[in-house]
């Protein structure tokens, strides 16, 4: 017997037999139960309307989110808009971090951390299980960084501009009518409507500009909006424009994973290393890979807009026809100057070095002729951009005084590019000594590198490598109907409403194209020291650079090239042609993937009401065909076909493999709502439900990346998909306890549960496929000049199921001050692990010591998240001081690299640590018509910090730092206007 399954239907059941007393109880009344049920049942109806009420200013906005929240049946959190356009913070995702339970992160993933909110998750869990959905609906959006990765379904707010947004709904618990899809909740983000407006014409528009303090640099900002409606409230038409440009820069420094000292290399010997160190899978030594100064430059431009047309053609029967499309040019500049002792170190002779445990933390080699102790990296990725967009069809029709249809038909596009990386790698210069020193987890690592570093010298510098991806274009798509009924019960029984509806969608999700460059050997540019071929440096990274980061010693001044050098040296040096030709064709099999999922639901829910109680019950059942489209370079699985085009990577041939899989489930749901004494300021809830959650795009097919090893029986690694994942299922359980004492006054408490099945963690599998290292690139140790194809073994790290649990604590305060002065603090608590994991197996199939999956924190979980926030108000002006901080949260894996040799380690957890974030707004209302904002995000220019944890990947050490960045602050200066 499935015990989560039994617990859960006898909590419903329990909770139904409650509620049956209680109606019973009523009926033995004087006869007042009647009226009052009557009056909670307008109660509940009158809660999904509040939205539509037009406020002004922080007071009235924040009325207005407690009494949504309060009428609510469900368990709910709410931010209403102050104005038209103006959210209490300028990003969606920063305003709703000001709630409860309510976790944002900087970036989608592997990219690392930028100056603002993209992703928003529920209670701890990761952002892909967390629904976000407008106006009820589905939306798709697209990553403007996709190269080396695959797609989410987390959706990024960087495409919704805070101006379109009425109010944000945060659903902390399931209703059969809510669409399925998240396992901690849902966030709805609601649009207004052209009928909702008070006046017959309205105009509002907003100038302004951005001010980024790190690339020292102003941007223009615009918004507009015009609405009107006839005079008898029957049609109207709304329009509104964005256009947001902002420069951005961001200071770091980099480890690119860490790096192994196997016992028996030189090296190794000279640091004394012998027998395996006690509790470590490993015999040897790790140190930070590619330690590097990395100066990322990019211009986002967001502009779009958005049409909503509604006509209420009869009185009972309305259409809304509604489109939004937004795009996001996101070109950028990411230059890493490296120390480079992933090759070079396990042969060295070290002057000095230290050692801590099994970690060097701490090494200086002298310089060597003919090796060059540094590699930099010089990336521009020209027209880089994310799009999303929907065209949505209503229909409300009130069939009679008890029975109403809603009809809904959409279709929604999200897509992510990169066309292009022009990209040159270069060695730093021949014969540098080089050093470095870790300073813990709070400060970079100091670092040297010898040499002149500011100005490019081709007498000592040579081209490395010309590589990445170019041509990718990943697109997300849905189309969809569902149509949605509700009758109301007129008699005096507990019963208020059933509602019913199904629902059909197809999504898709594919990466068709993607082209790898490499070097155009012809040009002979691989012998380029000495060469006349490459031009002047043109600049230098900025003088505060180290001091921004906090690095006590690095390389100063670092020159580089311009992008439009890059893209003049790529053109004539890169190989990027797609032909026919198995030989030469650059196209790159491992990155590109299709699936599709032809989802349907149907739904019954029961809404019930009393004298101080209401509350809903019901069934959705989920049914899901899955098909996945992936490669395979050298496997042919049960379903493939011979993929095209042909593939240089792949002379032989390559496989388009198919995996086919369907499932369904009934997910029940139950909320019920108590109001503990006689004026309706004391509530309860209770919740329990199932949600299904599909597994992320990236998981299920995504891209196969691999590091090859440098010698032909060496073992490579890499990482990839999983088409064979399960979806999470998740029993969850909430109750909460909300005293309204005042006007604007809430004390809250809730405790909540998951229980989740089928969550992910990374396992391991071995597969064989071309080693690219060996055949195309090579080394003066294992030359291949005819590029003979090269096969290896490789460990591959792939997203396994696993299950996991999810408990936590949430406390809320929003205090009044007087009239002109209130208070918001709240705290939550989330506990989050995964189990069940699988272990690391060796090259000769005996089992190791590494757990590879599962024994983790659970993807994106703070233990601790706290907000704490301050108003002013009065007739002219107001203020606002917000302060949100969460704790470090597991964020991803990253390799360990293993030098010359090619011995295969298990991929490593990184985390972010935890980080605080200060920000403000102020303005100030000249008349009804003009007024002024200001709005100052990250004013203590925080740091972000990621670590990685040796000990979960059975590699004998423990938290180890990987990266540090800086962003700056970001200051918004705008001039409203209203008609």
Known sequence: MNYRKTLLAASIITSLCVSGAIYAQDNTQDGTSQTQQNEAKAKAKDAKTLGTVMVTGIRASQQLSLDTKKESVSHVEVVSAEDIGKLPAKNVADTIAQLPGVNIADAAGAEGGFDEADRASIRGSAPSLTLTTLNGHTVASGDWFITGGGGSRSVSYAMFPSEMVSQVVVHKGSEASLLEGGAAGSIDIITRKPLEFAKPFSAEASVGGVYADLPGDTKPQFSGLVNWKNSDNSFGVMLQGFYE?????????????????????????????????????????????????????????????????????????????????????????????????????????????????????????????????????????????????????????????????????????????????????????FGQGASYAMNGLGKPLNWTLGGNNSSFDPSTTGLDWIFGDQDVHVVDKERWFQADGEFDFDDAGPLSSLQFGARYAKHTHDSPTAVAQGPNWASNVQFGTGSTIYPASGGNYPGSFAGDLGVGQMPSGIWYWTPAQLAQMNALYANRKVTNDPGTSRFYPNDIYAMSEKNSAVYLQVNFAGDRWSGNAGLRYVGTNENIGYTSPTIQEASYAQGTPPSAFYPSGWYWNYYN???????????LKFNLNDDGSLLARFAASQTLTRQDYGQLAGFLSLNDPQSPTGEGSGSGPNPRLKPILSTNFDASLEWYYSERGLLSASVYAMDLNNYYDYGTTTGTYLNNYLTYGGSTTYPNPSHTPVYSNYLVSIPVNVNGNLKGVELNWVQPIGEHFGTSVNYTYSNGHSAGGTYLYNADGTQGTGVSAGNRPLFGTSKNTANLSAFFEDKHWNARINYTYRSSFYDGMMPVTTGSLGNTMPLLPYYQAGTGYLSFSAGYKLNDNVSFSFDAMNLNNPTLRYYAVGSQAGLGFGKVPEAFYTNGRQYYFNVNFKL
């Open 661 to 671: 899989h369907h499932y369904g489930k009934v997910l029940p749901s139950f909320n």
């Open 245 to 429: 440009d902002r420069e951005l820069q961001r200071n770091g420094q980099e480890m690119l994973g860490y790096s192994y000292i196997p016992t028996g290399s030189a090296l190794a010997t000279q640091l004394g290393l012998g027998a395996a160190r006690p509790g470590s899978a490993s015999t040897g030594v790790f140190y930070p890979n590619l330690p590097g100064a990395a100066l990322f430059t990019q211009e986002r431009k967001r502009k779009g807009a958005s049409i909503d047309l509604e006509w209420k053609a009869l009185d009972n029967l309305t259409f809304n026809l509604d489109g939004f499309y937004s795009k996001m040019d996101a070109t950028d500049y990411n230059r890493n100057y490296m120390l480079r002792l992933r090759d070079k170190l396990p042969g060295d002779t070290l002057s000095s070095y230290t050692l801590n445990g099994n970690v060097l933390t701490g090494a200086v080699a002298q310089g060597q002729s003919g090796v060059s102790q540094g590699i930099y990296d010089m990336i521009s990725r020209p027209g880089e951009s994310e799009s999303s967009a929907y065209v949505t069809l209503d229909a409300d029709w009130k069939v009679t005084q008890n029975l109403n249809f809603k009809f809904q038909g959409g279709f929604t596009r999200g897509t992510g590019n990169t066309p292009t990386q022009n990209i040159m790698e270069m060695d730093t210069g």
